[in-house]
């Protein structure tokens, strides 16, 4: 009875498998995961002088200017819930101390979105669930001068500051604000904001309080048309890329999103090395954070991630070629930015589909922080008065010169809320 037919089938499917033996070890099974989220909508920051909503932020914003909205809320339980479907059959149904560590950012709204995320993933911290078998979800979280994970460097990390004076005193960079400066004189007009000292983070204020404003149906003053609504986007993108892209993006991202991807492979080494039963970490934090870590992985596209924007890292057994180089696992890393779709698988550039684990290390080792320790400390003395002077004597690049200063110098205030004057 062995004829052609009989034999050729099984070559074909044989041939079949083979094709597919490359997706077939992707889908081994999850060892680990970790995710790292935005908060949810939050009301804005801050108003500006002539804010037509100025007068009624209590009413607007009653529990305060920075602060997760109910909205906010909601867009966190609907991320729980889409991670419980997302592992169902990988997280015990409920929630498990050795089994999941949550951490946040000491800010309200970060808090109150891990919380409201944790109410989506795990039944027992569900809204309306009976007193009797309502549980909360422990969340951590280090004071926000202490937060080396999730924060970016400090004002002291003169190593960070001199990075982005060499990005910002880039040619295109200058010719891109020189583009900018009536256009920022006209929004201190509009706003009546002094853009002075500061101008690019007192623009992305105005640009964040009117962002919020649209999202919660508000009208907007007439001068906020949507072309300077781009503009003001596109003043973000450039300094955001000058933060964490080229000049040197990689030392950059040793001294930013470096540390957190170094901290989530460095978690889950500990897994594999101590054989605990951790399977999950979850970091809520900000858009800063998440730019910082695109930064870091290379995966920066202009892009700046929507409330609770959400990156994961899946690790998964190989199955099939035991011999390879670190433990027989792969990272597969995923972008929600949209709840109305399925997530973005991503890949780490030079390691297309998921990535062997080795190989992921390697590829990221130069934007992660040496072994040694986070090299903070500048290269050389502190700016010169001369060097300092010398444009600020120089006519019309004074303004410029002031612009890229004010920026470079403040960015990273621990007091500044906005995104790349810290975290949002
Ligand atoms: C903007 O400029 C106009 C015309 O020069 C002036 O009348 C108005 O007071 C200015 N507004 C603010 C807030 O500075
Ligand atoms: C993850 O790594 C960070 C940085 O090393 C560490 O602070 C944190 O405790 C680790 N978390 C877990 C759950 O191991
Ligand atoms: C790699 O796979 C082998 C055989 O399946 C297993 O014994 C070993 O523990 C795995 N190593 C790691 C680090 O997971
Ligand atoms: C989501 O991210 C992708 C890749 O960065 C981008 O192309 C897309 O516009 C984003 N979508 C939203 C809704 O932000």
């Excluded at 003053?221 to 993006?249: C, E, F, K, Y």
């Excluded at 004010?406 to 809320?417: F, H, M, Q, T």
Aim: aromatic share 8%.
């Amino acid at each position: 009875m062995a004829g052609p037919g009989f034999w050729g089938l099984p070559a074909g499917l044989l041939l079949l498998l083979l094709l597919l033996a490359p997706w077939a070890l992707a889908e081994g099974p999850l060892v680990f995961v970790a995710v790292v989220f935005r908060h949810g909508d939050r009301a804005p920051l801050a108003s500006y002088p002539t804010d037509p909503h100025k007068e009624a932020t209590t009413a607007l914003w009653p529990r305060g200017l920075g602060q997760l909205t109910g909205e906010g809320v909601r867009q966190q339980l609907e991320l729980g819930r889409f991670l419980r479907g997302r592992y169902e059959d990988f997280l015990s149904p409920e929630y498990r101390r050795e089994e999941v560590y949550v951490r946040s950012t000491d800010f309200d709204r970060t808090l109150e979105s891990a919380q409201a995320n944790l109410a989506g993933l795990f039944p027992e911290a569900a809204p309306g669930r009976s007193e009797a078998a309502w549980r909360p979800i422990p969340v951590h979280t280090v004071p926000v001068t202490e937060d080396k994970l999730l924060r970016f460097p400090m004002r002291s990390c003169p190593r960070y500051h001199e990075l982005l004076r060499e990005a910002t005193e880039a040619a295109e960079y200058q010719t891109a604000l020189e583009g900018w400066t009536d256009f920022l004189t006209r929004l201190e007009n509009y706003t009546g904001l002094s853009l002075v000292g500061e101008p690019l983070r007192r623009a992305w204020k105005v640009l964040d309080t009117l962002m919020c404003q649209q999202a919660h149906g508000l009208p907007l003053p007439s001068w906020a048309s949507p072309n300077v609504l781009r503009t003001l986007a596109q003043i973000s993108a450039l300094d955001i890329g000058a933060h964490v892209g080229p000049p040197r993006a990689a030392e950059k991202a040793q001294l930013t999103g470096g540390i957190l991807l170094d901290a989530i492979l460095g978690n889950f080494s500990r897994v594999q090395r101590l054989g605990l039963p951790l399977k999950m970490v979850m970091y809520s934090a900000h858009d800063s954070t998440l730019l910082a870590l695109q930064g870091a992985l290379g995966l920066y596209d202009g892009h700046t991630p929507p409330y609770a924007a959400c990156l994961g890292f899946e690790f998964r057994r190989r199955l099939g070629d035991p011999d390879e180089d670190a433990g027989n696992v792969t990272i597969s890393l995923f972008y929600r930015n949209d709840s109305t779709g399925l997530p973005l698988p991503l890949s780490l550039p030079g390691c297309p589909g998921p990535c062997p684990l080795g190989r992921f290390r390697q590829l990221t080792a130069p934007a992660r922080p040496p072994a040694h320790g986070v090299p903070c400390h500048g290269s050389r003395e502190p700016a010169t008065p001369a060097a300092t002077v010398v444009p600020l004597l120089a006519g019309a690049v004074a303004v410029l010169a002031a612009l890229s200063m004010g920026l470079g110098l403040l960015a990273w205030r621990p007091s500044c809320l906005r995104a790349w004057g810290g975290p949002v």
